[in-house]
Structure formats: structure tokens, C-alpha cells
């Protein structure tokens, strides 16, 4: 019986890898729910019914396929329960061809929720070498209001975590974020459970910013989707501030927001900074 987290994560995992692979068009609706959140570093392809879910998972296909892809390798490194219904998992994934490994490995992270009865993906995130035309671009002049209201909750919890670093507040940086919190680098992602682990990485970033001379990170929303009534998915882009001066290239991410006891809070930072002291 698959009752802790990690064996159902890595039963799903096998399963829709190997559909994937598969020939033919196998149905992939008892793999992610009706409407699911497909994540780069720089945007989000929402799936809303079964066509376009189907259009999303035979795009990726044909990806595979244009660059002679026969076999994807994934590994699962971390699985925890976030609530009842949801898992959060991180995986690595190595691309093969016919002469063997095609790309070094990167990892990504996912998350399940059980509907009527079933563990299905809701959020996948993806490779930034899978190419972005994927992605369904927002038309910047038709007005969304929902859209504008996720990306405003997604805005506040980013400005909340940018006051924590800028007054070097641990509680206010804790109170952002969800008591699982995953943070992605395309190298790694680690699972972070307890207090302990939260407070190493805020004293990690000081570390980096006392390091690098920066006085502020400011973090600006960029697009959301409001997924579910307790989740969205969004992308924001990271500027490290001296001053007025910009001691980095902006730095583009992609984050998962849970709502939990009325609040938002965050359960995965998708391509964080490495902010090693």
C-alpha cells in the first residue's frame, strides 16, 4: 500500500515518465488534474480543460522528439506531505538519444493533489532547456482582473519577504513561508521542514549580502495565476541592490503560493539565487 509520501511520489513519477516516453497518445488525465500550471523560470502554460492539457503534453512530446530525445531518466530526491491532499516532490531528470546521455542533469519540482481518491500533478515544473514557445503568452491590453488579483497576493508576499531581508527581520522572512518550503536551483532543491532549516537559510542570505555589499533585494511580480482556490503560480524577477546600483543581471524565478489558515504563504521557489555565503 503506497501511504507514505516519497513511495507515492516516486509510483507517480515512474507512471507518467513512462507514459511520456510512450508511443501513441496515451490519455494523460489520470496523470494531472483538469486544470494544471506547466512552470519555467519565466512563465507559466496554464491547462484548463482536457484539450488543452492534451496540447501542452503533445508540445512537450514533440519537443522531445525534434531533439531526438528516446528516453528521459528521473530520479526522485525529496517527497513531503504540505496537507492531507498535497505532496510536494523534487526530482532529477537526465535527457538521453541514442549515444547516450544528452544533457547533464538538472532538477525540477512538482506538486500532487489527490482527487477522488488519486494523486495527480497540478504543478509541473520544467527544464528552461524546453523551449519557451511553450509557453501561451498574456496579452498585456486585454484586461484579466483575476490575473491582477493573483499577481497582487503574489506581489504582497514578495514584498513582505524583500522587508524581512532589508530590516534583517527572521520572523517576518518565517512568516512568508509555508512550514514545507522546497527552494530550487537547476543543480539541486532541498526540502526545508523545520524552523532549524528555514533559519540557516535566512542566515545564509545575510551571509551573501553582507558578502556581495548589497543594501536590498527588490523582488517585482511579473505574471500569476490564481490555479486553485488555495494556490497560485506566478514569475518575478530579483534585483540585488547597492544603493541605486545593480550588482547582478535580474535574476528571473518562478514561485508556488499556498493559501494556509487565511494567508498566502510560499511553498516553492522555482530557480532561486544561490545565495551561498
Known sequence: MLNSAYKIADHHLSSVTAALMAAGVPDFSGFYTTSSAFVWSSGVRHSENAAQLKETIEAIRANYRAQKITNVERQLDHASFVTPDLIVRSHR??????????????????????????????????????????????????????????????????????????????????????????????SMSSIVTNIEGSRDRFDNAMRFLDKVGAHDIVRVAKSAIRLSDDMIIGNF?????????????????????????????????????????
Open 93 to 186: 531528470s537526465n535527457w538521453h538519444d541514442a549515444d547516450g546521455v544528452k544533457a547533464r542533469t538538472y532538477s525540477t519540482v512538482s506538486v500532487l493533489r489527490a482527487e477522488a481518491g488519486e494523486w495527480k500533478v497540478c504543478v509541473s515544473q520544467f527544464s528552461d532547456r524546453m523551449p519557451l514557445s511553450l509557453e501561451k503568452a498574456e496579452d498585456p491590453a486585454t484586461p484579466n482582473p483575476e490575473r491582477d488579483q493573483a499577481r497582487g497576493a503574489l506581489q504582497g508576499v514578495l514584498d513582505s519577504l524583500s522587508q524581512a531581508f532589508l530590516t534583517r527581520c527572521f520572523e517576518t522572512y518565517n512568516d512568508c513561508l509555508c512550514p514545507t518550503l522546497v527552494a530550487q536551483s537547476p
Open 237 to 277: 524577477r530579483s534585483y540585488i541592490l547597492r544603493g541605486d546600483t545593480q550588482l547582478y543581471p535580474p535574476h528571473q524565478g518562478a514561485v508556488i503560493l499556498i493559501r494556509l489558515h487565511g494567508a498566502w504563504k510560499m511553498l516553492a521557489i522555482l530557480n532561486g539565487i544561490d545565495m551561498k555565503p
